[in-house]
């Protein structure tokens, strides 16, 4: 607010810290009823007390920029930044609070990865030392007019250290032989003339103990065919200097044709060692191959069928090696028995209004199963409460919990590898959000955390990662994710 320059009596009292300022020039002698009388200062611009407002830091009154802030924090109140709700000014980025984070790495492929896969390796469970190595598996997405550039990538991340703190020291967990280093990506690359839908890795056992197991990867293509790669001999190439891949070991053991369509069903029965694969495509049908003995691969040409739409997620049951789960875009979830000679669901349920995008089976609990849903919104089911209909038709189920914090498609869903009670999501609002289903409320208490709008008290910690599309709980690194969006994120928070 301009204000005019006052004007006042001169004093001639002493003057703290500066000079007497200079005589006032006054045209009219004053009377002494003149004297001391000022102007206003404020007398033109407020006429009545009822015109004054308190004006806040921005000129503005208080109650006008809450009010504001308020509307664009969807009513969690002034200050309140919710990573994936809230929008960004423009020339405003987020930046990660390192103190949230036990380990935090950004590492970047020629090309974006829709899907990805860990590979377990030998060098320990649940490791807490640092600087971390890991391997992964994952498949491009190049540009659609460089489709040729696409690839298989079977990658070693290594020199992944812990966050420093304050002063450069670590946290003090296992700091011993820790030194800081900068994160490494080497990879080997197998030439794909496609874009990977989805791909899933596989580990056979070897019946030679001096061995390393043999690590197959089925990869589900936009060109509607799913091969079938040993990447045995990448992965060793790591740690073997000089070792060099040939043609040959680059080629696929096998080709799935069955498919008249493209698709992102795809995962590995984790109770057959040898290698037992369920794929399922746009057109709701579903395959399985299967390897025999003589290391051969066979595809039965009866689909499993049932949906009304396309096939987005299939999962095998980590205890029952002949049933499965799949999730698809007509919002149901079907449980099935490759036993069954019908090829038809032995269970069928509703869960959703929208297209179900992802699932994950719990490996700890598993009568656990999670969905995610079109909507953003996803749920944990009590598989013992779904119960055959009559005629195949969808039953309902209510679930054990369901939240509806995102309010974009959620992407990806899992469980944590050894705690059912921790589940990590990504969700098209470009974040990965962990929780902590442990966390009961009592009737009486809100569902909002610390008088924040919508967020559960469940919600353990937000991750901010732009086009995230895919994560994985690491199964030997104690508390690490890996996501993949624009770039690849590798991380671990204090919370978990």
């Not at 919508?454 to 919600?459: E, H, I």
Request: charged residues 25%; negative net charge.
């Amino acid at each position: 607010m301009s204000k005019r320059t006052a004007q006042g009596e001169a004093g001639n009292g002493p003057l703290k810290g500066g000079d007497r300022p200079d005589a006032m020039e006054i045209d009219d002698k004053p009377t002494p009823a003149d004297i001391g009388e000022f102007e206003d200062q404020f007398e033109d611009e407020f006429e009545s007390e009822d015109e004054i407002f308190e004006a806040g830091v921005d000129g503005r009154p208080d109650a006008e920029r809450e009010a504001e802030e308020m509307e664009v924090d969807g009513g969690n109140g002034p200050g309140t930044f919710i990573v994936g709700r809230t929008k960004l000014a423009p020339g405003e980025t987020l930046a990660p609070d390192p103190t949230t984070y036990e380990m935090l790495h950004n590492l970047s492929t020629p090309w974006p990865c829709l899907s990805f896969s860990i590979v377990r390796d030998g060098l320990g469970d649940d490791r807490k030392v640092y600087p971390a190595s890991m391997y992964t598996v994952a498949g491009t997405q190049a540009d659609s007019k460089k489709a040729g550039d696409n690839q298989i990538m079977v990658m070693k991340f290594s020199g992944l250290s812990r966050m420093e703190r304050d002063g450069g020291e670590s946290s003090d967990e296992d700091e011993d032989d820790e030194e800081a280093s900068e994160p490494i990506l080497e990879s080997k690359s197998i030439p794909l003339n496609s874009t990977t839908n989805r791909i899933r890795a596989h580990q056979t056992p070897s019946q030679d103990p001096s061995k390393p197991s043999t690590t197959l990867v089925a990869v589900m293509t936009e060109s509607t065919n799913v091969f079938i790669h040993d990447i045995t001999p990448h992965l060793a190439s790591f740690d073997s200097p000089g070792s060099v891949i040939s043609p040959q070991q680059n080629k696929p053991l096998s080709t799935i044709r069955a498919h008249k369509a493209e698709g992102y069903g795809i995962d590995w029965s984790p109770l057959h060692p040898a290698g037992k694969l369920l794929t399922g495509d746009n057109n709701g049908l579903m395959y399985v191959t299967t390897r025999n003995d003589g290391g051969g691969w066979v595809t039965d040409t009866r689909p499993f069928q049932g949906h009304t739409g396309s096939i987005e997620e299939i999962q095998w049951s980590p205890s029952e090696a002949s049933v499965f789960s799949s999730a698809s875009s007509d919002g149901t979830i079907r449980v099935w028995d490759v036993r069954s000679k019908s090829r038809s669901p032995v269970i069928t349920m509703a869960v959703s209004k929208h297209d179900v995008n992802v699932m994950s089976w719990s490996r700890q609990t598993t009568h656990l199963l999670a969905s995610g849903a079109d909507d953003g919104e996803f749920a944990v089911w009590d598989l013992r409460q779904w119960k055959p209909t009559a005629g195949g038709a969808a039953g309902k189920s209510s679930p054990v919990a369901s939240f509806d914090y995102h309010k974009e498609q959620i992407t990806s869903i899992e469980w944590h590898p050894t705690d059912d009670s921790i589940i990590a999501v990504a969700a098209g609002d470009n974040t990965v959000t962990l929780w902590d289903l442990a966390v009961e409320l009592d009737d009486e208490e809100s569902k909002d955390t610390a008088g924040v709008k919508d967020v559960p008290p469940q919600l353990l910690f937000v991750h901010y990662q732009n086009l995230v599309k895919e994560l994985h709980w690491h199964p030997q690194i104690h508390g690490a994710l890996v996501a993949t969006g624009e770039e690849f994120s590798i991380f671990r928070t204090i919370s978990v």
